[in-house]
């Protein structure tokens, strides 16, 4: 295992981590990927790139021990594993620490560490840099950096005494400008990976990028044991049939959070919001992820069959869960940048509506309201926010309650979300790695409401 960190944001991390991943399964090697924090984007290039699904390790939404055993788990049929950082290798959640940061991860699972450094303009102060993030409070074990942006191999060569000399992790790789290829597809991090974003011949090209200028040797070499032992717990028997929005304009989920559903008893159906004309049959609840419903709302709206399916669905009473996205397809109506409004569902009596700018971005520690799908009034949950829509009046519906009080990291505390008795919606993408009875507890809520039908 490496983890690939970064001195901040645009020094190549992404572009590398798919290189590598790419030469790795070149060379025949099945090699796990997983992306350090919330993002649910760079995970799709890196699980197209490897041919397996990615899975996010987050320090602050998650524990160590639940972040140690899916580490463990997720790599016992891999031969290399490559976890992608976020941001500099120190941020996280805040600044005063560094929970939620590439490396607390690397720390927990006692990963070797490759360092991207944007060495233009540099030379002796390149290793200075490297000697600030080597010694730093607490830092992770750095086995090696990689030069990106250099300059000519006269360039190169004088980084890689300047480490030597000062006693620093070598230098196992150096790119010049432009050597990488562009990911054209990967405006701002906006862009999910498919064969358009991430078509075959770049993955190829930086594959080729990453044999011609990283001493492969090298980083195979380095050894890393994982920190816990992998265990698979057993999945429950006469699964509850919920079906998933999974299509162009939903599909921001973790893959374990649907695993760990499915441990507790979840039959997961998916069906497409924009294609198909109705739900699937049988079905005891519905869960609506996030993704992207104003980039598809002519044809969201147009789908008037599934929309009426949907409606009927809530109104006989089955359990619907519909987190960012989805709650906008629940809504009675989105308004788009351009100021159309599009009919949505109609199941949640509130009218969405698009902004020129970001509305909510951050971590979000959540406390249930009153009982609801996740459990108990009180119970805990962790998860983030990022969206640029916002509920027009922002008022409560008649009928339903807030689901959540949320403690915002300025100290104060705001209510989110709706819940009607069956139905919640909220703004919020919950990780129930926060709280993994939460799977349990949507799977007997399911029961209940199955129980108690005629």
């Not at 996010?56 to 524990?63: P, Y």
């Not at 999945?235 to 989920?253: C, I, Q, S």
Request: net charge negative.
């Amino acid at each position: 295992m490496i983890v690939i960190a970064g001195t901040g944001s645009g020094v190549g991390k992404t572009s590398l981590a798919l290189g590598i991943v790419a030469s790795l399964k070149r060379r025949g090697l099945k090699a796990q990927t997983f992306k350090v924090g919330p993002d649910y984007l760079d995970p799709t290039y890196l699980a197209l790139a490897s041919g397996r699904p990615c899975y996010n390790l987050d320090g602050w939404m998650t524990s160590r021990d639940y972040v140690e055993q899916l580490a463990a788990e997720k790599v016992q049929d891999a031969d290399a594993a490559v976890v992608e950082g976020v941001m500099g290798l120190y941020d996280g959640a805040n600044a005063a620490d560094s929970v939620g940061s590439t490396a607390q991860i690397a720390r927990w699972l006692g990963a070797p560490v490759l360092l991207v450094v944007n060495a233009h303009g540099t030379a002796r102060s390149f290793a200075a840099v490297v000697h600030g993030f080597a010694t730093f409070h607490d830092a992770p074990p750095l086995a090696g950096v990689i030069a990106n942006h250099a300059g000519s191999s006269r360039h190169v060569e004088s980084i890689r005494q300047a480490l030597t000399e000062a006693g620093l992790p070598p230098l196992v790789g150096a790119f010049q400008r432009n050597g990488l290829p562009q990911l054209s597809g990967r405006h701002l991090g906006l862009m999910t990976a498919d064969d358009r974003t991430l078509p075959d011949a770049t993955l190829s090209e930086l594959a080729n990028a990453c044999d011609r200028n990283i001493a492969f040797d090298s980083i195979l070499s380095w050894k890393w044991n994982p920190s816990a032992r992998a265990t698979r717990p057993k999945r429950a028997t006469t699964p509850m049939r919920v079906g998933v929005a999974m299509d162009e304009a939903f599909h921001f989920y973790y893959r374990d959070n649907m695993e760990l559903l499915e441990q507790a008893g979840v039959a997961w159906v998916p069906f497409s919001p924009i294609r198909d004309r109705e739900l699937p049959l049988d079905l005891h609840a519905l869960w609506l992820g996030g993704g992207y419903p104003e980039e598809h709302a002519p044809e969201l709206s147009g789908n008037e069959e599934m929309l009426c399916s949907i409606r009927k669905f809530v109104n006989d009473g089955h359990p619907v869960y519909a987190e960012c996205g989805g709650l906008m397809y629940l809504a009675e109506s989105l308004s788009d940048r351009a100021g159309k409004t599009w009919a949505m569902a109609g199941a949640l009596p509130a009218r969405v509506r698009m902004l020129p700018r970001l509305e909510r971005l951050g971590y979000a520690a959540m406390n249930l309201r009153a009982k609801c799908l996740f459990g108990a009034p009180g119970e805990s949950l962790r998860g983030h926010e990022f969206h640029y829509s916002e509920i027009e009046d922002g008022a409560t519906p008649e009928g339903w309650r807030r689901a959540y009080d949320i403690a915002d990291r300025d100290g104060t505390t705001r209510q989110e979300g709706f819940w009607n008795g069956h139905v919640l919606a909220s703004y919020v993408h919950v990780h129930l790695g926060s709280n993994p009875a939460a799977a349990g507890a949507f799977v007997a809520f399911l029961r209940g409401i199955q129980a108690d039908r005629p």
